[in-house]
């Protein structure tokens, strides 16, 4: 219980205020970037923090160390060894934790301004690139969008019980929400590589089907490039490769800052797609068995 009041707490807007909860952690984890260390990383986020105010609720991050993960469970699985003391992820991920592990306690807020969800191509790719986004900008203007992150990510999952989230229901849970691609005879195939690590944007279904806000998306690009879209799951540290291989002709590309001129995770042969999804929080999660 004490999770869900935190986490209401934070949203609701307790911002500028300091947060006993929420101390100062040896190390933090993030999902691996592809142009930076870890230490770099982290200090460009410290630094986008401080140029917006040092919004974060509690905590002087001055003297933490950071960690990369290949995958959202290496990570989680640090943080419930004591590895690291706290994961950062974007808002919508770590609401969606705490709504389905009841060891997952919310404790701050950093504010990293314009942050966006792409996809990515190789260099050499542009023209289905500018076919993607001209899918992207048709689906921003008829609301398409909007609506699957109203069903997909706001009010995902629509039922927050126990028995719902953690087991009694879940076939019941992955039926409602399987996502099915359209095929089309003798139409080109694309393979999209997903991470699986940002749910509910993007993740992997009990019966191991991609699922959530990204897939949608996929799906409704298919169906109007009328291309057949083929979902690979890769690791976070495996995206240019993928790329490179021809394992992927497309990449799930995540947590891009539109305010920053060189990205630290987007190599050299890699350009992106124009923003599907925006966002300007993140929220910092720790590990907490206490049952109270």
Known sequence: MRKFLCLMILVLGLTFTGCAYCEESDYVGFLTRLRATPEEFFMLMK??????GWIITGGDHTTSKAK???TLMLMQMALSRG???????????????????KDYSPCCISNSGNMALCFGFLKDNKDLRDKWNSALRA??????????ENKYIRNFPKDTSYDYIYGIDK??????NAIRFDRFKDAETIRVALTGDLPPVDFTAE???????????????????????????????????????????????YEVNESLE?????????????????????????YDDDDD
């Open 47 to 52: 630094k986008t923090w401080s140029i917006n």
């Open 68 to 70: 990369f993960y290949d």
């Open 83 to 101: 590895d690291i003391q706290e994961m950062i992820l974007p808002d919508f991920v770590a609401e969606y934790l705490a709504k389905i592990n």
């Open 139 to 148: 689906m921003r203007d008829d609301n398409t969008l909007a609506g699957f």
């Open 171 to 176: 076939k019941k849970r992955d039926k409602e």
């Open 207 to 253: 019966d191991g089907t991609p699922a959530g806000y990204s897939v949608a998306v996929l799906a409704e690009i298919g169906k109007r490039l009328h291309v057949n879209i083929m979902p690979v799951n890769i690791s976070a540290g495996a995206r240019t490769a993928a790329l490179v291989s021809g394992r992927a002709d497309i990449v799930f590309w």
């Open 262 to 286: 060189t990205q630290p995770d987007v190599p050299d042969e890699v350009i992106l797609s124009e923003p599907y999804l925006v966002w300007e929080k993140f929220i910092h999660v720790r």
